[in-house]
C-alpha cells in the first residue's frame, strides 16, 4: 500500500533540500507533484515565459470529486540565503535541532505547503472521498518579478474551464504564535519615477547651472508634506515612501544634468489607481510651483509610473472566513484577528477568480539567516488545515 505524506516534517524536509531560489525549480515542483501522487491528483506543469524574464516551472494539481472547489496556493520558490557560513546549519539541509527546522524556505512558504498536503492527506485516510474539488495551485515565481507564475498559471487554468469556490493562501500570516491572524485583504502598492532636469555644470559657477538635487528634494518633501489618510475601518493608513534618489555623479565638483527619485505607496481602500495618481501629480505640482529653479524658472520634471498597480482589496466571504477562524479557535483556542496588513502576496491575482484569505506559519524569521520553524507549530498548522477542510466542505453542503 502506498504511503500517504500525513508528517508534514517529512514533507517539509524533502522541499527545504531543493534550492529553489527564484528563478531555479531545482527540483521542488516534481518533489511535491510525487507527494500528491498518493492522494490521486491530477497534476499539470505548465512553463510560462516572457521577453526579458526567466521561464518558470508551475504546478497545477486537481483532485477531482463531485460539488464544492476548495483551492490552496502557494509558492516554492524562495529568497537567496546569504552568506551560507552565516546560518548555524545548512540552508537547504532541513536540519532539526532544540525542536525546530531550519531551512530556507521553512516558513516562507514551504512550511505552508508541507502542512496542506499533509492536512489532506490524513482527511482522506480517515474519511475517503471528499465531496467535492481540491487544487493545488503552485508556482516558483512569487519572490521574484511575479510576471509568469500566479497571474499566468489562474488564466491557463481558467481557459481549461477550472472554477473555484475558496482559496486559501499559505503564507506566513501570524506575527508571534499560531491563532494570532489570518488576512483578509492586502493594501494596494503604486509605484512611480521620478526625472528632474538640471543644467550641468561647474559648483563653484552656480549661476551657469541649474542643480536638479535642490528641486528633487523638494518634490519629495512635497510628497510627504501631510498624511494621505489616517486609515479606515479595515485597513491601515496609507503611506508614501522615498526609496532612493539616484544622480550617478561621480566629480565632486560638477553639478548634473539630471537626477530621479523612486517611491512606493501602498494604499488602503479610500483611493483608487486614477485618484492616488491624481494627488500624487497636485503634490509634485505644488512643490515644483514653489520651489522653482536656481534661475528662477519652473522645475522640469516628469514622472514614469510602474506597471501594474497592485490594486487594493478585501475579501468579504464569511462562508470562508468564518469556518477558518472557527478551525483555528477548535485547533489553538484562539480568536485570530482579521487582518490587511502586510505587503503585496499572490493573494491580489487571486482575488479576481474566487474569495481567497491567507493563513499560514508564524513568520518571525522568514528571509532571515536560520530560518526556521517549530515542529510543534507544523503540526497545528496541520491541524487547524485539516479542520478547515472538512469544516468547509460540511458548511457548503449545508448551504
Given at each position: ?122 482527511v482522506v485516510a480517515e474519511r475517503g472521498l471528499l465531496p467535492g474539488s481540491v487544487s493545488l495551485l503552485i508556482t516558483g515565481d512569487e519572490e521574484g518579478p511575479a510576471i509568469n507564475g500566479s497571474v499566468k498559471l489562474l488564466q491557463w487554468a481558467t ?119 491624481a494627488e500624487i501629480m497636485a503634490r509634485l505640482d505644488h512643490g515644483a510651483a514653489m520651489s522653482g529653479r536656481g534661475d528662477g ?103
Amino acid at each position: 500500500m502506498t504511503r500517504l505524506p500525513t508528517d508534514p516534517a517529512a514533507n517539509l524536509a524533502a522541499l527545504i533540500r531543493c534550492p529553489s531560489v527564484t528563478p531555479d525549480d531545482a527540483g521542488a515542483l516534481d518533489t511535491l507533484t510525487a507527494m500528491l501522487a498518493p492522494l490521486d491528483f491530477v497534476c499539470d506543469r505548465p512553463v510560462f515565459s516572457e521577453t526579458g524574464t526567466p521561464d518558470i516551472d508551475n504546478l497545477y494539481a486537481r483532485r477531482s470529486g463531485n460539488g464544492p472547489h476548495l483551492m490552496f496556493a502557494g509558492h516554492t520558490d524562495v529568497v537567496p540565503p546569504g552568506d551560507p557560513a552565516a546560518w548555524s546549519h545548512d540552508p537547504f539541509g532541513a536540519a532539526v535541532s532544540d525542536g525546530a527546522m531550519y531551512g530556507r524556505g521553512a516558513v516562507d512558504m514551504k512550511g505552508g505547503i508541507a502542512c496542506f498536503v499533509a492536512a489532506l492527506a490524513r482527511v482522506v485516510a480517515e474519511r475517503g472521498l471528499l465531496p467535492g474539488s481540491v487544487s493545488l495551485l503552485i508556482t516558483g515565481d512569487e519572490e521574484g518579478p511575479a510576471i509568469n507564475g500566479s497571474v499566468k498559471l489562474l488564466q491557463w487554468a481558467t481557459d481549461k474551464g477550472e472554477r473555484w469556490d475558496a482559496c486559501v493562501l499559505g503564507e506566513p500570516t501570524n506575527p508571534d504564535a499560531m491563532g494570532d491572524m489570518i488576512k483578509i485583504g492586502r493594501r494596494g502598492s503604486l509605484s512611480g519615477t521620478i526625472t528632474v532636469e538640471g543644467t550641468q555644470g561647474h559648483v563653484a559657477y552656480p549661476h551657469l547651472a541649474d542643480n536638479p538635487v535642490r528641486s528633487i528634494v523638494a518634490l519629495c518633501a512635497a510628497l510627504n508634506a501631510s498624511p494621505l489618510d489616517r486609515g479606515t475601518d479595515d485597513f491601515q493608513p496609507t503611506n508614501l515612501e522615498v526609496t532612493t534618489i539616484d544622480t550617478g555623479n561621480p566629480a565632486v565638483n560638477v553639478i548634473p544634468a539630471r537626477t530621479t527619485a523612486r517611491f512606493n505607496v501602498r494604499f488602503n481602500d479610500r483611493w483608487t489607481e486614477e485618484t492616488l495618481k491624481a494627488e500624487i501629480m497636485a503634490r509634485l505640482d505644488h512643490g515644483a510651483a514653489m520651489s522653482g529653479r536656481g534661475d528662477g524658472g519652473p522645475v522640469r520634471f516628469s514622472i514614469a509610473w510602474n506597471e501594474p498597480v497592485s490594486q487594493v482589496f478585501l475579501t468579504r466571504s464569511d462562508a470562508l472566513t468564518g469556518a477558518l477562524a472557527a478551525s483555528v479557535a477548535e485547533v489553538t483556542g484562539r480568536s485570530p484577528t482579521l487582518s490587511t496588513s502586510g505587503g503585496t502576496s499572490d493573494a491580489r491575482f487571486i482575488k479576481d477568480y474566487c474569495p481567497v484569505v491567507e493563513f499560514g506559519l508564524v513568520g518571525k524569521t522568514m528571509h532571515m539567516i536560520d530560518e526556521h520553524v517549530a515542529l510543534e507549530d507544523l503540526e497545528t498548522l496541520t491541524a487547524i488545515y485539516a479542520d478547515f477542510i472538512t469544516r468547509w466542505f460540511a458548511d457548503q453542503a449545508g448551504r
